[in-house]
């Protein structure tokens, strides 16, 4: 635990090097390099079955950690997040989440936190524009106040950077000591990973380093944001997802792998069988297996055979079910989150509860720190833009959406139930406002009179016609008897004048 910045402390600091050394193993468990994760036990299968004598893998890649990292990633991030501002500074944040394509920042803390159980927002000020990226937490280290887990004084940032001088790769380490307000840059000479001499002013302007960046009248606080899994009291780091589980897939794989070496062992059976079924090689007198599909039995009546083993299927099955059934149980993962044992069409609340723990698990995860970090993070963002805010809100996306034909069936019960009306019901089912709902739930009473009003007979309607027909004639014949007196009229007017 470091309780300065002294950076030169990081070799006595056992916790901080067990902790980046556990990273590194659960980097191997992500990338599925098993001859390192495993390595003990790839060399005692090798020794056992050495690789000249089997084409059957020594340890098959079953990459769970992979599959269960990717369902949790898609599980929170996959319908979206909506982040809302101050309504006239709104634009300002959509615009520097599509620059930094946030959602995408968010996906890879969330890799790094479900992997190492640790995950890093940084935003910086590069030109002019603000930066929001992620930073792996194998390179960072919190400093904690007289060794309080709950009073961070600020946090170290690691870099190793290498630089070609006179042809000769030479290793350095950058590292960033931030503090409220401000940021120490300091580089040091590096041998095999080990932080050596510290580099003066002169020397560190060669690499185009400030020695203090100050953006305290933008932002007093913090500008390294770290997320974590679920901890206990006496911790202040988060748990891999791969912890609990690694066990289980380890024996997954080699059950797996042992059982892929046996069938390949007999995939070419040997032949057994007595003497007498062998050929006899008249020039060397040597009796030799032939070339044939047919085989001679044997002058002792005893017939060649196939070895062949004796699996037990069943028992493999019922071995391995178990183990992935620990993996359910470790992981909160149903098979249905890896598209196993799905059937048929099914309800978004059957669904839900199949998901249940998993859906427990992403709530958690959002509760525990990824809401108030984001908050954290748009803030110094918007601050760094000349454009502070007081209010942020997220707003995560359902991981499993809603099922339209249930809503659609409740809103409905509730509208027969006499609970809701149906204004209410127009709004939810639409996702309209109460003025378009009113215009829709009047179209939908006319179209009901137009649709309830009584049909007229054939009879009926041919007796409307004659009467429309009647009508007509009768207007018709009126409009010409008064054209016809307008127009004598007309005549005897001339007449008297003339």
């Known amino acids: 635990m470091f309780t300065n910045f002294d950076i030169t402390n990081l070799k006595y600091d056992s916790d901080t090097i067990d902790r980046f050394s556990k990273y590194d193993y659960y980097r191997n468990l992500y990338d599925g390099d098993f001859t390192k994760a495993f390595s003990s036990t790839v060399l005692k299968i090798r020794k056992r079955y050495p690789l000249d004598n089997t084409t059957a ?23 979206g997040i909506n982040v809302n501002v101050d309504d006239d500074k709104q634009v300002v944040w959509d615009e520097i989440a599509k620059q930094n394509n946030f959602i995408s920042v968010l996906k890879e803390v969330y890799i790094d936190n479900s992997r190492f159980g640790n995950g890093l927002f940084k935003v910086a000020l590069e030109n002019g524009k603000v930066k929001v990226f992620s930073i792996s937490p194998d390179c960072w280290i ?52 080990v932080i050596g001499r510290k580099l003066d002013s ?41 912890k609990r589980c690694k066990s289980v897939v380890e024996e997954i794989m080699l059950t797996v792998s042992q059982n892929s070496k046996i069938i390949n062992r007999h995939a070419n059976p040997k032949l057994s069988g007595s003497e007498q079924n062998l050929e006899m090689n008249p020039v060397t007198n040597e009796r030799f297996f032939p070339d044939t599909d047919f085989l001679k039995v044997g002058t002792d009546g005893v017939k060649p055979e196939y070895i062949t083993a004796d699996l037990q299927a069943d028992a493999i099955q019922k071995h391995l079910d178990m183990l992935m059934n620990f993996f359910y149980i470790l992981t909160k993962t149903p098979p249905q989150a890896y598209g196993l044992d799905i059937a048929g069409n099914m309800s978004g609340e059957s669904l839900r509860k199949i998901f249940i723990a998993a859906l427990s698990k992403v709530d958690d ?134």
């Open 57 to 79: 893998q020594s340890l098959i890649n079953i990459n769970m950690f992979w599959a269960l990292t990717d369902f949790f990633k898609g599980f929170l991030t996959n319908q």
């Open 142 to 193: 919190p400093v904690f106040n007289q060794g309080n887990l709950n009073d961070i004084a600020g946090h170290i940032l690691v870099y190793p950077l290498e630089i070609l001088e006179n042809g000769v790769k030479k290793q350095y380490k950058k590292v960033e000591k931030h503090h409220k307000g401000y940021m120490e840059n300091e580089i040091y000479e590096a041998s095999n990973g």
């Open 202 to 242: 002169d020397e560190m302007k060669n690499f185009g380093v400030n020695e203090v960046d100050d953006f305290s009248h933008l932002w007093n606080d913090f500008i390294v944001f770290p997320t974590k899994n679920t901890t206990e009291s006496d911790s202040y780091f988060g748990e891999s997802d791969y």
């Open 365 to 498: 995860i959002k509760q525990v720190s990824f809401t108030s970090t984001i908050q954290n993070v748009v803030q110094c963002a918007m601050a760094f833009n000349s454009t502070p805010v007081e209010q942020v809100n997220v707003a995560w996306g359902e991981p499993i959406p809603s099922d339209y034909s249930e809503l659609v069936t409740t809103e409905t019960s509730r509208v027969t139930s006499g609970t809701q009306s149906k204004l209410t019901t127009i709004m939810t089912l639409d996702n309209v406002s109460e003025d378009d709902a009113r215009e829709e739930l009047k179209r939908i009473e006319e179209e009901k009179l137009a649709q309830e009003q009584p049909k007229m007979s054939l009879k009926e309607a041919l007796e409307a016609m004659r009467e429309e027909n009647n009508k007509n004639k009768t207007e018709k014949s009126e409009q010409i008897k008064q054209e016809t007196e307008n127009s004598l009229s007309t005549e005897q007017n001339v007449n008297v004048l003339n």
